[in-house]
């Protein structure tokens, strides 16, 4: 093909100039559909010795069905292992499925040829934790890449190479090589490269793990702009929940190779159903004290210890009010409360928190307070000193159950969260795909 008349890549970027902002597409429609997909990795040294141990070959991926609408940002969370970057290099085909179907923009791309998926991956930008910068290109250069890979014309390459240096902001930079850049920088030029061609699509894959928090949150709020005002549908890998919760509209939950859960942000925090969606969430909102915690409570305060969710109510997702009256309660309960410890979050535009008081005074008076906060609120009553609630069994009766079945929990004090692959059963071989099939310059 010859250059930039038949490209339409080419013709796609020349009036329009940098793109507008577009405001949200809210179409809905589904731009990736995962059909029941599995991936074994099935090298011979795995194959050998899960035969050896009579196990069956584990699965990166186990039976995932998921449905992506165009202009969301669809966040997948999960501990290490889960199976999310193999699930992700699903959609732009560098992984292919063992089993199950995958279909982006309306094509069934399972099992096309690579010559027929190079229109779509067009479509599809990625970027990475590492960044994978070409060290001896320009920042401009980095960007033009897929442009001259795509034999773009050079008055139209390098007008799209200014969009883009103005859109991620580093227009004065575009002569410097990725050594002269900080992490953040250098994440903003993966972003511009990956957005070249026009993509309908980005993937990011743990697009903000080496960085730090301020930087994270300008990467953040990048990702949210390109899904915003260019309306492209991002797809974000993280292990870290702090990141879902700043920017995904949608968000699934991986579990050894499994979809443990899916739904919108807010009710994924108001409402989770799994204990892995419990842990992440524990590690960036006040949930329900720890067991020492509490420990150490009963330890310093006599009264009644209990902790109230704090949740706004979203009907049309079934989110039930709590907490909404507490304030009104206290001042009319002859009662003395004492906040002791928790707080208040906002998740996708809702208060969502917990607090947790000592409540003290006439014991007919504590125990006419607690019913009255129990039938418009979940609660946990943890007792009092002489008089304590098993930690378990409070938690138990309570929205805050199934943390207790979370058995990776005691593992992960941080809000890191740790590594799932059990060695005995995990797929050894290290990944020897490449970043877009074809960077092989690229560095790791
Ligand atoms: N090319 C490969 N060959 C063999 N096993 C692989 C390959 N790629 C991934 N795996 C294995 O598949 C499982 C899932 O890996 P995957 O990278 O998808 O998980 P992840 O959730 O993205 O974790 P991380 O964040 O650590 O990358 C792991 O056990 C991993 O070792």
Redesign the pocket.
Known sequence: MSEQTQSPQAASSQPEGAPADAGVKQSHETIIRLSHVT?V?A?PR?ARKAAKQGKPL?K??DDVSVDIAEGEIFGII????????????MINAL?RPTSGTVEVMGQDITNLSEGKLRPIRQKIGMVFQQFNLFESRTVAGNIAYPLVRDHWRADYRDRRVAELLEFVGLTEHANKYPSQLSGGQKQRVGIARALATHPRILLA??ATSALDPETTKDVLDLLRRVNRQLSVTVVL?T?QMDVIKRIADRVLV?SH?KAVEENDLFSLFANPQSPVTSHFISTVLDGAPSRETVADLHRHYDGRIITVVLREPVPERGITPSGQHISKLIASSPVTTSLLNGGVNDVAGHALGAITYEITGESANVENFITALRSDSDIVDFGTASAPVDYEKALRASVFSNVLDDPLASRSGSGDAP?E?DTET????????DANGDDKEAQA
Request: zero cysteines; hydrophobic letters at 25%.
């Open positions: 991936k990795f090298d795995t584990p990166a991926v999960g501990y290490s292992g889960a199976g999310k970057s193999t699930l992700v290099r992984e894959d743990e890998i292990h991986m190779g590594n692959t995990s797929a050894e071989t290290s990944k020897t795909t």
